[in-house]
């Protein structure tokens, strides 16, 4: 079993020594519309992280109120207008996506 381990360490290890800059691909996108695409497909998961980020501050505003009632309804205001940003950016990101799937050019014939 050891054995087994060494070797595949070693192949990955002389993989490594065996690339070179060729193997780089210094341009990943080949036109604008493909970067454009790929940060589109990334603002969701960042606006995800914030939202999940806005609810984990309410939630300790709403247990640090110690029984304040302002503070209590502060954290209830800010958790809501999370919730709302949520739908907002789902709704937002599903028109973009529905724009994009119609007006897909696909070849005829």
Same mark, same amino acid.
């Given at each position: 079993?050891?054995?087994?381990?060494?070797?595949?360490?070693?192949?990955?290890?002389?993989?490594?020594?065996?690339?070179?800059?060729?193997?780089?691909?210094? =341009?990943?996108?080949?036109?604008?519309?493909?970067?454009?695409?790929?940060?589109?497909?990334?603002?969701?998961?960042?606006? +995800?992280?914030?939202?999940?980020?806005?609810?984990?501050?309410?939630?300790?505003?709403?247990?640090?109120?110690? +029984?304040?009632? =302002?503070?209590?309804?502060?954290?209830?205001?800010?958790?809501?207008?999370?919730?709302? +940003?949520?739908?907002? =950016?789902?709704?937002?990101?599903?028109?973009?996506?529905?724009?994009?799937?119609?007006?897909?050019?696909?070849?005829?014939?």
């Amino acid at each position: 079993m050891i054995e087994f381990l060494v070797r595949i360490f070693n192949a990955g290890v002389a993989h490594a020594q065996t690339a070179t800059l060729d193997d780089l691909d210094p =341009t990943p996108f080949d036109d604008i519309p493909d970067l454009a695409n790929s940060i589109l497909n990334r603002i969701p998961y960042f606006l +995800g992280g914030l939202a999940l980020a806005a609810i984990i501050y309410s939630g300790a505003l709403y247990i640090l109120a110690l +029984g304040d009632a =302002t503070k209590i309804e502060t954290a209830k205001k800010n958790f809501s207008w999370t919730i709302v +940003g949520i739908l907002a =950016t789902m709704s937002i990101y599903m028109v973009i996506a529905l724009i994009v799937w119609l007006t897909k050019s696909t070849p005829i014939g």
